[in-house]
């Protein structure tokens, strides 16, 4: 990345990673859906932008009902397009059918999704496949419609927009305290993986406090858990997520102001967060409790490659510990970090990370091009959506009492997608598995993909340390759990088709 130098002390890699010049990177034409070549930094210059877009559509809808114009500035901001206002509704009608009402009255009026959300038709995809959103599939054209209709202007895809808009963007951030010891007061071209990574997490503690069916509503006044959740990704050591954190807690995997991570070595420092931080999370208001989080790794903890394994004993354990040895069970955060190829993804994993995205339990990729981290969190055919860190803001003091924060530019509604086949292989997985039979469920979902891999699975499943094969379908449960079985010298990983890089 221009300006700094970046480090990979991704101990999954043993090859340089490919510097991304984002200055010279190609600049995304303004729209909702778009395509491009490579993430690439964008600052704000939201006025001359507002002159200009203010003759192009003179009226418009922001997607979360924003009414003032430090709001309206913010929300093009965030979105680098045109800002699109939406007219006041009653406000006792119910907020899902009034959104969808208003999209409905524009097509009447002659106007496609094209003309509300900005769509290009350079670079807006015709595919009138499914559309798959971390576990929620969205069908963009129905049985009986006609072969020329634009599946933009369906009732699914306004429901995967207003989905895809509620997920948290976390991006670069200026205008913080120094962190540390150190004259950082950003963290512009080195900061994407950790920015990220945050947004992962983010969507866990949103699953895990708000369920997944939780939409940001425009009508009504903020959520207080909402505003918790934002608070601890803020940019300021009293968060407990922020980026001064992470650093502090990744200092053994090679974390430092001013250098670039990979996701193992991201992964990892989670799981040091966590644990460090965890009584300080729990006092952190309505997040009386949170969740455990266990790193999936594979031969030799997972730092000469091979295929990580999720041991059931292993989570059960970290369960109970976290716990504290009083319940059995708790919430658990489960990130897979993976090298998938050289440099790109060998073309035998792509389904396979496409199918994990039908998991009711994902919660998406922590991956992008090589050198330019991006959180992706969908799929359609051979598409994959992202959310894009490279986005330098001013930073927002979010107190966890003020519910009348303005955090339109933690929401995007500009739906960009690359190829999946042009990801990096290195990359890292993320599950939120809420209680035993989630977690069930997502091993038996896991053991069929793994069924279906042809040898060559993500990642396997294992009962126990000793487990000389994976667990299948009906082979989940745990019998004779004993301490016996712990045995530090064994491993229950297992050798697929893998390079060990």
Not at 356 to 384: C, H, M, N, W
Not at 400 to 410: C, E, G, I, K, M
Request: aromatic fraction near 8%.
């Amino acid at each position: 990345m221009k300006g700094s130098r970046e480090i990979d002390t991704d101990p999954l890699r043993n090859s340089a990673v490919k510097k991304s010049d984002f200055d010279n990177s190609p600049k995304n034409s303004p729209g909702s859906v778009s395509s491009e070549a490579e993430p690439s930094i964008r600052h704000s210059s939201h006025k001359k932008s507002e002159a200009i877009w203010s003759v192009i559509w003179p009226t418009s809808i922001p997607i979360f009902g924003i009414s003032n114009g430090n709001r309206a500035e913010s929300e093009l901001r965030n979105s680098g397009s045109s800002i699109i206002r939406k007219k006041s509704s009653s406000g006792s009608k119910n907020y899902y059918e009034g959104w969808r009402s208003a999209v409905r009255r524009v097509m009447m009026n002659g106007v496609t999704m094209r003309r509300i959300w900005g769509f290009s038709r350079a670079t807006t995809s015709s595919s009138k496949s499914n559309i798959w959103l971390l576990g929620v599939c969205y069908q963009v054209s129905q049985e009986g419609e006609e072969s020329s209709s634009d599946p933009t202007q369906s009732e699914g895809f306004a429901a995967f927009v207003e989905d895809f808009s509620s997920r948290v963007l976390i991006t670069y951030r200026k205008g913080f305290s120094p962190i540390g010891d150190s004259k950082y007061i950003s963290d512009v071209n080195w900061g994407c993986m950790l920015r990220s990574s945050q947004m992962l997490v983010a969507q866990a503690f949103l699953v895990h406090k708000l369920g997944r069916s939780w939409r940001k509503s425009p009508h009504k006044p903020l959520n207080q858990t909402y505003v918790e959740i934002l608070h601890l990704f803020g940019d300021a050591e009293d968060s407990p997520c922020s980026v001064h954190n992470l650093l502090q807690a990744g200092k053994a995997y090679g974390l430092a102001p001013g250098s670039w991570v990979g996701p193992y070595a991201m992964c990892r420092t989670w799981e040091s967060l966590v644990r460090n931080k965890k009584e300080e999370i729990d006092n952190n208001g309505v997040l009386s409790s949170t969740m455990a989080l266990y790193v999936v790794s594979g031969d030799e903890d997972g730092e000469r490659g091979g295929a990580p394994v999720v041991c059931i004993e292993d989570v059960l354990r970290h369960c109970s510990e976290f716990g504290g040895g009083q319940v059995d069970w708790a919430p658990i955060l489960l990130m897979v970090p993976l090298v998938l190829g050289l440099e790109k993804v060998n073309p035998r994993y792509l389904p396979l990370l496409s199918a994990t995205f039908t998991f009711p339990q994902s919660l998406g990729i922590l991956g992008g091009r090589p050198g330019a981290s991006t959180y992706i969190v969908g799929v359609q055919d051979e598409k994959a959506f992202y959310l894009d860190p490279h986005e330098v803001q001013q930073v927002i003091d979010i107190k966890r009492d003020n519910l009348d924060l303005d955090t339109s530019s933690y929401h995007c509604n500009v739906v960009r997608h690359i190829p999946l086949d042009s990801i990096d292989s290195s990359l890292a997985i993320g599950f939120y598995c809420r209680d035993k039979s989630d977690f069930d469920d997502f091993c038996a979902r896991a053991s069929e993909l793994i069924d279906q891999s042809n040898g060559a699975p993500l990642f396997t499943i294992a009962k126990t340390r000793t487990s000389a094969k994976p667990a299948g379908n009906n082979d989940i449960e745990i019998e004779d759990y004993s301490a016996d079985n712990d045995l530090a010298t064994e491993n229950c990983a297992q050798e697929d088709d893998w390079q060990l890089l």
